[in-house]
């Protein structure tokens, strides 16, 4: 099926696509709030939201930054699944005002079941918008990515009912459950796009062989992982959770040993996407090595996953689909390769140097908000900007 004709879109390019507004207002948000974060921890006075800074903290990353970023690659992507022009115009402006409500709600003086429903609005919203091509068109392929985006909902729920009614345990359970459904997302995603981007980007047009058996058994088992936080046994060190992070540690080396090929380390582009999900698989490795009874520090091993692996590949992901999507040749300037490298900088700093002195996380920080300034004096023109090639998106 045809798109709609370039007449027919939104006047304004940034309305055009999903991508466009939520990667620009994500990034934004996120060096924002980071900012803001890092400042708490220096002392500085903020702003005092319901539940207290660490819970908005916790929360806004996961389901601000990380969550706005999803909802524009998966509403841009189903357009190319199923042919049906993806959601532009007033009805996107919609969304995204829903999700720019979502974040100054914290600091607004709302009553908290108001507040629920603003913040637990978005994702709903955002799956219903995928499902309909998806089961307009009967992608069967893509329907676990549905279910997976309902099921980041519902954690986020969970997280909303605990701060509403002051229960830690509802919070902490909601929040880590939906962090390895993000990172179950990042699991079905990365296996479709990164050995599919390092073959075009090493200009190999052949398809990389199909490997269904090892897709299912990493979705299966990273699926296993949220049901075990939402439900408390993921709460202490199990021995059976050892078996199962040390089993996806085992698949997602697996899979990076396989989408190897030594010319990657020459494309920014390529080595971004790799460095990041062997970030995923060292996170895992640090998860089985704490439920064996290793000494251990579990928020170092977090911040592996939240850092390392969802930022950065959330990271290398946005660089990339912008330059696909509006037209433009997949090459990056030496500044975003610095952004790349700069992520990196900042997740071996907040998982390696916090071991060795207290200014660990403050550099991590530094380096964090330099990768993302550095990614928005580069994209923001892209992102507001038409397709260089005049075609519609």
Known sequence: MLLQPTASRPRQAVWSLSFRPFFLGGSLFALTALLLWAG????????????????WHRHEMLFGFAAAIIAGFLLTAVQNWSGIPGLSGRALQGLF????????????????????????SFLPLVALSLARPVLQRRLRNNYPIVVLVLLIAACQWLTLAGWLHQ???????????????VTAMMTVLGGRVIPFFTRRGLGQLDAAPARPWLDRACLLLSVAVPLAFATGLADTPQASLAVLFFALFALHATRLVLWHDRGLWRVPLLWSLHLAYAWLALACLGMALWHSGVALNPSLVTHALTVGAMTGLILAMMARVSLGHTGRPLQVPTSIAWAFALMQLATLARVILPLFTSLGVSVSALCWSLALLLFLRHYLPILLRPRADGMPG
Do not use: H, K, N
Not at 40 to 47: E, Q, S, T
Not at 109 to 114: A, N, R, V, W, Y
Not at 174 to 179: K, N, P, Q, R, S
């Open 97 to 120: 005002l829903l999700w720019l409500l979502g974040r100054v709600s914290w600091f607004m003086p709302l009553p908290g079941s108001l507040l629920v429903l603003v913040e637990g």
């Open 40 to 55: 708490v921890l220096a002392g500085a006075p903020a702003p005092a939201p319901p539940g207290g800074m660490l819970a």
């Open 167 to 181: 229960d830690e345990l509802w919070q902490r359970r909601g929040i880590f459950a939906g962090l390895w459904l």
